[in-house]
């Protein structure tokens, strides 16, 4: 009978220390940890949930950059903060999908060390070669690389980095052979592209498609299912080659632990900042779609990601120490 109370009692306890903190966070500042330099696209979406959660809760939200490795440096720090809302991470398909199979010595275990809040935002990558390269279409690009096998090159913002693994899954898709040059950023592939010193490159939206549209390089086709609605007239590789998919994504993430509540608040308030109209218009002119998810959604989503982009590592024998 003692034991029955003593656990009715635990029961309560349990339930009021997580009711309280729903009702309490934030208290105090919230770290938002991003896994790569200021300036980029994930520094973007931190920056605006930030932004928008310190004007909504009242309590300071700041960013942190904390880039090397592939995202693994930050990712890592997160994964080894207090469990209690208040050190989150802006993921992405790099850090939380692709890197656990690259790297031979991960500092972090994705499924055991996070806990999935939401996806924040699809963005696809962008098919551009070279205005020397005389194929306008998918189906000519194919052509013309079958012809040239070997011959020509793609750039990429380094080894496993997600517009690498974008290539890799096309050659494995087309039977082709196309050799990697890696660089050290998405600027550095456009020069390169537009002074034709490489080829083509499956780059994101954000810096390719303004240089499509001045004319620097040719867009082909955008890597996920669905078109952009940036670029609405530019078809899918899926259009030609079924089921292509090789889009970057978003998401926050806590460590793992962190109070269910608290969970599922920073999964509605995910939802509810980057469906607001200012915040969607942002992410339509950076080629992004707004794409929240429940957490349990988010964690079938990594793990579906994580699968499909091990077997591509594997076969393109991708490896970092």
Do not use: C
């Amino acid at each position: 009978m003692r034991k029955e109370i003593a656990a009715t009692i635990l029961a309560v306890a349990a339930g009021l220390s997580t009711a309280q903190a729903q009702d309490v966070w934030p208290s105090k500042q919230v770290t938002i940890v991003v896994p790569f330099a200021a300036g980029g696209t994930t520094d973007m979406f931190g920056r605006i949930f930030a932004n928008a959660m310190q004007a909504r809760t009242g309590k300071p939200f700041i960013v942190e950059n904390r880039a090397g490795a592939g995202g693994n440096l930050g990712s890592a720090a997160v994964a080894r903060a207090p469990a209690d809302g208040y050190t989150l991470l802006i993921g992405t398909i790099s850090s939380h999908a692709i890197n656990p199979s690259v790297y031979k010595n991960m500092p972090y275990d994705v499924a055991k060390d996070f806990q999935p809040i939401s996806l924040i935002a699809r963005l696809p990558n962008l098919l551009v070669v070279s205005p020397k390269i005389p194929a306008k279409t998918v189906p000519e690009v194919i052509d013309y690389v079958k012809k040239n096998n070997g011959k020509l090159s793609y750039g990429s913002s380094g080894l496993g980095a997600s517009n690498m693994l974008a290539a890799e899954l096309f050659k494995l898709k087309t039977g082709t052979d196309i050799t990697h040059v890696p660089y050290r950023s998405s600027g550095d592939i456009m020069n390169n592209l537009i002074g034709g010193h490489i080829d083509m490159a499956f780059d994101n939206m954000t810096l390719a498609w303004p240089q499509a549209q001045s004319g620097k390089v040719t867009a082909i086709a955008v890597t996920t299912t669905q078109r952009s609605p940036t670029a609405p007239n530019v078809p899918t590789i899926a259009e030609t080659l079924p089921g292509f998919d090789a889009s970057s994504w978003h998401g926050l993430f806590a460590p793992a632990g962190t109070p269910r509540p608290i969970v599922d608040k920073l999964a509605a308030e995910v939802k509810a900042v980057f469906s607001a109209p200012e915040n969607t218009k942002i992410l339509s002119e950076a080629g992004a779609v707004a794409s929240p998810m429940s957490p349990e959604e988010f964690s079938k989503f990594i793990a579906a990601e994580t699968k499909k982009w091990a077997e591509v590592v594997k076969a393109a024998k991708i490896e970092q120490q």
